[in-house]
C-alpha cells in the first residue's frame, strides 16, 4: 500500500482538496484510492484531528480519532493507495517527534509514504497567511503586518510558517526518510488548476475532476487590509526569498 500524505501548506487550495477528497470517496474507491475517515472532524474536512494530535494542538479531540484508529482503518482496506490530506501536517517540522511517530507507525506496517506539498510565490503567501492568522486568538500579532513580514524577513519564518523553503524542506529531510514533493501553486492555477494537479499527483483518473475545477478569488477585504504596505514589502519578500524558492520548485 502506498499512502500519500498531503501536507499544505496553508492558502494553497486545501480546503478544496479536502473538500473534493470527502465528497467523492466512493468515486476514488473504486479507482483504488482510499480516504480515510479516521482524524476527520466533519464530513467535509481533511485530517485535522489527527494533524492537530500529532502536533499536541490542544484542538485535539478523541471522539474524532487518531494515530491508533487511523492504523486500525488501514489495517482494513485492501486497495493499494491512500491519501491523507491536512495543511496542520506541514507543522509537524517543528515537532520532530510526531512527524517521526506517524512516519514510524504507518513504515512499521510496511506501507510505502510520500509526502507532497504546495508552496506559493511568497509575497502572496505572506499576505494570505498574516491574514489568517487575524483570525485566530491564539495569535498575537504586534505591529500590524509590518511586524509579521520584518520578522518573515529576518528568520525566514513566522512562527511555524515558513518564507524561506529551502529551510522548510532541509530540515523536513533531516526528519523524514520517506520523499517529499514540492508542486508549484501559482504555475496550477495558471495552468490545468490546483485540484487537477494534486489528483495527477495521486494518480487518480482524470474523469472524476469534470465539473470539480475551482478557481482562487481576490479576499477585497484582506486587500484592503495590506494595499498600504505592498509597495514596501512586496519587492523585499521577493528578493529575499523567491530565487531560492523557485529553484527549490524547479529542481
Known amino acids: 500500500m502506498h499512502i500519500f500524505i498531503h501536507i499544505g501548506d496553508h492558502k494553497t487550495g486545501t480546503t478544496s482538496i479536502q473538500a473534493f477528497l470527502r465528497s467523492h470517496a466512493e468515486e476514488l474507491r473504486s479507482a483504488g484510492i482510499y480516504v480515510p475517515v479516521s482524524g476527520t472532524n466533519s464530513l467535509t474536512s481533511g485530517h485535522h484531528n ?45 515537532h520532530p517527534m510526531g512527524l517521526k511517530k506517524l512516519e514510524s507507525a504507518l513504515l512499521q506496517q510496511g506501507y510505502a509514504l510520500s509526502w507532497l506539498m504546495f508552496l506559493r510565490r511568497v509575497d502572496d503567501f505572506s499576505e494570505s497567511c498574516y491574514c489568517e492568522m487575524r483570525r485566530y486568538t491564539r495569535y498575537r500579532l504586534r505591529f500590524g503586518y509590518p511586524g509579521f513580514a520584518f520578522v518573515a ?83 523585499l519578500l521577493m528578493a529575499r526569498f523567491h530565487s531560492r524558492n523557485a529553484r527549490l520548485l524547479e529542481g
Open 50 to 94: 489527527l494533524a492537530f494530535q500529532l502536533n499536541g494542538d490542544p484542538r485535539w479531540n478523541p471522539d474524532y480519532g487518531g494515530m491508533d484508529e487511523l492504523l486500525d482503518e488501514l489495517r482494513r482496506c485492501r486497495l493499494s493507495q491512500v491519501v491523507i490530506s491536512s495543511e496542520d501536517f506541514c507543522l509537524l517540522v517543528d
Open 153 to 235: 524577513l529576518l528568520l525566514g519564518k513566522y512562527r511555524e510558517k515558513y518564507f524561506d523553503y529551502n529551510a522548510f524542506a532541509s530540515r523536513w529531510r533531516r526528519l523524514s526518510s520517506s520523499p517529499i514533493h514540492f508542486y508549484d501553486y501559482d504555475e496550477a492555477v495558471q495552468g490545468e488548476g490546483v485540484l487537477s494537479r494534486f489528483m495527477e499527483a495521486i494518480h487518480a483518473p482524470p474523469a472524476l475532476l469534470a465539473g470539480s475545477l475551482t478557481q482562487p478569488f481576490l479576499n477585497k477585504k484582506n486587500d484592503r487590509i495590506l494595499r498600504r504596505y505592498r509597495r514596501l514589502f512586496r519587492p
